[in-house]
T-cell receptor, first 112, second 115 residues
């Protein structure tokens, strides 16, 4: 079946360093990928998305890379700040309206 | 520009009681999705609704769970005869048209605790 999984469940980063969160997906038919940030006690917050016809997309301090050959997705956060501490989920959607399928999440902890 | 609203934020029920969770989508959004999140886990899809229609309920447990999105008013996720295993955070999300290219915006969630 479909699955989205993460390589690292936890990540600790020094403030100011760059963070890289990785994600593997197994459904090659998925054509839309999203990264969400979830702070404690809150709902997931959209960070950035990428469609399967792209391999890189940049936002403010964040970059998402998509490697369809190995079905790998990554989120890069530049100059990580304490406010970036949260759980990050990669997610995928199929080719229809489809529901969002979430991975298990990576907890990012920023060390001041 | 209010986002997705959910209430209550916290709900405590005893085993066997009913739980009703409400979700008001963002203004202009007519598509609602419900997800469940167990502690230390990702969100799991439950059901997708449009106004007065259930489009996909493949993630809903077969018994005790139901959802609706009436023409007027919020979407309701109803859990009858709750059990301890129903304790979780329940999130709803909304989107304007329900297409793949749209972002789903999430509410703050309802945290259900079954005693």
């Amino acid at each position: 079946g479909e699955s989205v999984g993460l390589h690292l469940p936890t990540l600790s980063v020094q403030e100011g360093d760059n963070s890289i969160i990785n994600c593997a997906y197994s459904n090659s038919a998925s054509d839309y990928f999203i990264w969400y940030k979830q702070e404690s006690g809150k709902g997931p917050q959209f960070i950035i998305d990428i469609r399967s016809n792209m391999d890189k997309r940049q936002g403010q301090r964040v970059t998402v890379l998509l490697n369809k050959t190995v079905k790998h997705l990554s989120l890069q956060i530049a100059a990580t700040q304490p406010g970036d501490s949260a759980v990050y989920f990669c997610a995928e959607r199929g080719t229809s309206y489809d529901k969002v399928i979430f991975g298990p999440g990576t907890s990012l902890s920023v060390i001041p | 520009n209010a986002g997705v609203m959910q209430n209550p934020r916290h709900l405590v029920r005893r085993r066997g009681q009913e739980a009703r969770l409400r979700c008001s989508p963002m203004k202009g959004h007519s598509h609602v999705y419900w997800y469940r999140q167990l502690p230390e886990e990702g969100l799991k899809f439950m059901v997708y609704l449009q106004k007065e229609n259930i489009i996909d309920e493949s993630g809903m447990p077969k018994e005790r769970f139901s959802a609706e999105f009436p023409k007027e008013g919020p979407s309701i996720l109803r859990i009858q005869q709750v059990v301890r295993g129903d304790s979780a955070a329940y999130f709803c999300a909304s989107s304007p048209l329900g297409t793949v290219q749209e972002t789903q915006y999430f509410g703050p969630g309802t945290r259900l605790l079954v005693l």
